[in-house]
T-cell receptor
């Protein structure tokens, strides 16, 4: 499984756009990039998944450059409730067990 | 939105006792998982289960652990003789393809405290 590297923590003010970048230099051809969100004392929650270019849903956008060696999760206009740990995971789009890193702890400040 | 339900939300047990953690996965999912998260640490994979048998397990999932799908809806994790280091949040998950891609739905977890 490709190893991922992301910042340990980030701070943001409410209403700002937050971009969290993840490096995955050894991503394989079959690998997809998936982001999860975890609130304290809750299970991780699937946010978004992509293979290349840009993916957008009602929660976030995911930008993936052509070389796919990194990806950026973009959260538009964050609120206090977006304070959570965000995990970037890389793996095939199947039932392979997820391997979580330490994630990025996002703190949104009023 | 369909949910994965876990019970109990919190379990306190004495060292050496057996515990059973219960999960009801989403009904049309076929793959089921247990993960754990020790306080302040990463979410760790324990075991995956498909077609009524273990499909993959981690080094953590030793002989003290077992999983079962006793009645076609519940999915249980049993720890035979708990140790202090088993204290953690235990998350059940089930997986399927969604409109957003292949995703896993996690339950809210069971906080296990071994004293």
């Amino acid at each position: 499984l490709a190893k991922t590297t992301q910042p340990i923590s980030m701070d943001s003010y409410e209403g700002q756009e937050v971009n969290i970048t993840c490096s995955h230099n050894n991503i394989a051809t079959n690998d997809y990039i998936t982001w999860y969100q975890q609130f304290p004392s809750q299970g991780p929650r699937f946010i978004i998944q992509g293979y290349k270019t840009k993916v957008t849903n009602e929660v976030a956008s995911l930008f993936i450059p052509a070389d796919r060696k990194s990806s950026t999760l973009s959260l538009p206009r964050v609120s206090l409730s977006d304070t959570a740990v965000y995990y970037c995971l890389v793996g095939d789009r199947g039932n392979t067990p997820l391997v979580f890193g330490k994630g990025t702890r996002l703190s949104v400040i009023a | 939105e369909p949910e994965v339900t876990q019970t109990p939300s919190h379990q306190v047990t004495q060292m050496g006792q057996e515990v059973i953690l219960r999960c009801v996965p989403i009904s049309n999912h076929l793959y089921f998982y247990w993960y754990r998260q020790i306080l302040g640490q990463k979410v760790e994979f324990l075991v995956s289960f498909y077609n009524n048998e273990i499909s993959e397990k981690s080094e953590i999932f030793d002989d003290q652990f077992s999983v079962e799908r006793p009645d076609g809806s519940n999915f249980t994790l049993k720890i035979r003789s708990t140790k202090l280091e088993d204290s953690a949040m235990y998350f059940c998950a089930s997986g399927s393809m969604t409109g957003l891609g292949y995703g896993y739905t996690f339950g809210s977890g069971t906080r296990l405290t071994v004293v």
